[in-house]
Structures are given as C-alpha cells and as structure tokens.
C-alpha cells in the first residue's frame, strides 16, 4: 500500500506565491517519476510538471517560468514552487507517482494524491 499526501495549497493574491509539498509513504522502494496535475472546474485533468528519478523535468507551457518542480528521494517528496501565480492557475493540484516499486520488489502504477485547493484571487 502506498499512499500520496499533498499539503500547502491555500489562497493567495494574483502575483503570490506557494510551496507545494507531496510525501510518499508505505512499503517503497523507489519511485519512478513523480508530477503534478491539476484540475479546474469543468476542464480536464492536465499535467503541470513532472520529475524524473534522475531529476530530469517538464513543464506544461503555461507554467514555464514559474514554476519550479523539485524531489527529495530519500524522503519520497516532491515539491511545486509557484510563482507569479495567477487566477488561472485556481485548480485542484494533485500529485502522482507513475511507477512505485515496492520493498518486495512489486509494482504499483498510477498513485494519486487527494488533491489540495489552491485559489488565486486577481
């Protein structure tokens, strides 16, 4: 059992900023990549930002140069730092992990967080 757990989503004024912070816990032995999706009311599911083991990065376009997407390995944590942040930007985040390996050596595909709000007001 692995499980996702986002924090420090809030509100914040257009030009704000917020850290987003999203640990992994269970029987991990590794993950593979780690990203951020968010979803706005009425509009699907996009990807944000996505990191790699190894620390390779992208970004959707609308986020580039703002945001900044970052992993602690030993800790099983990535983070989103926002920047510039604006109304647009009001969605559900919610963090994934593509590729759990397990301490028994399993796999486990597709894990989701439950998601944090974040609220740009203009």
């Known amino acids: 059992q692995v499980q996702l757990v986002e924090s420090g989503g809030g509100l914040v004024q257009a030009g704000g900023s917020l850290r987003l912070s999203c640990a992994a816990s269970g029987s991990i032995f590794s993950i593979n990549a780690m990203g951020w999706y968010r979803q706005a009311p009425g509009k699907q599911r996009e990807l944000v930002a996505a990191?790699?083991?190894?620390?390779?990065?992208n970004y959707a376009d609308s986020v580039k140069g703002r945001f900044t997407i970052s992993r602690d390995n030993a800790k099983n944590t990535v983070y989103l730092q926002m920047n510039s942040l604006k109304p647009e930007d009001t969605a559900v985040y919610y963090c994934n992990a593509d590729k759990v390996t397990t301490t028994n050596r399993s796999y486990i595909y597709g894990c989701w967080g439950q998601g944090t709000q974040v609220t740009v007001s203009s």
């Open positions: 990191i790699t083991s190894g620390g390779s990065t």
